[in-house]
């Protein structure tokens, strides 16, 4: 391997131990932001990790056909102290800043669809319970104003049936009840026959 090759590996680990801090700081703003639960921290540590050393792996193979050497680890330590020594900081500011905006987005995102879509649909719904409610209403009184007369009517035409099917008053005559009715229903199949 010549020097050339060493210098450009060494330069791509130290970019790959600053790009791994960024990621591990923006990782850590989002995680303390969103509040994950405690559970999951440790899948996502892991996930990071794993995401980490597969881009390591990738830079080194990209630079130098992966072959480890003593300056490779020196590169990605010096390359993630840099990082945190000087640029740590920013890059918290910066992500919180970026889910400050993402959420304000959010925001009004949300609060768009509620005054478009929501609150109209709440106010037809509104509507409609109102108008079927007064349609309800109307036709309560228009069934007393219709029906009463009408019921009245019917209860006028049907009286002279009526009078002739009575019940007996009294329950003490049950034994002549049944003939009774007998010769009350035969005198009303006979009212009828006689056209």
Partial sequence: MNLETQWVTLLWMLASGGIMGIAFDSYRVVSGQLRFPRWSIHALDLLYWAAA???????????????????????????????????????????????????????????????????????????????????WIVLLFLGRVT???????LVWVFRPIWRKLRIPEGWDKVQHWGAMWRERVMRWLRWFNKE
Avoid: C, D
């Fill in 53 to 135: 050393a597969l881009f390591v792996f990738r830079a080194l193979y990209h630079s130098n056909q992966g072959e480890l050497r003593f300056y490779v680890f020196l590169g990605l330590f010096l390359g993630i102290w840099i990082y945190f020594l000087f640029l740590s900081v920013i890059t918290e500011r910066f992500v919180l800043m970026l889910m400050r905006i993402v959420n304000k987005i959010f925001r009004f995102i949300v609060r768009t669809i509620e005054i478009m879509i929501i609150a109209p649909l709440k106010w037809l719904i509104k509507m409609v319970r109102l108008l079927l409610g007064f349609v």
């Fill in 147 to 153: 029906l009463l007369p009408v019921w009245k009517l």
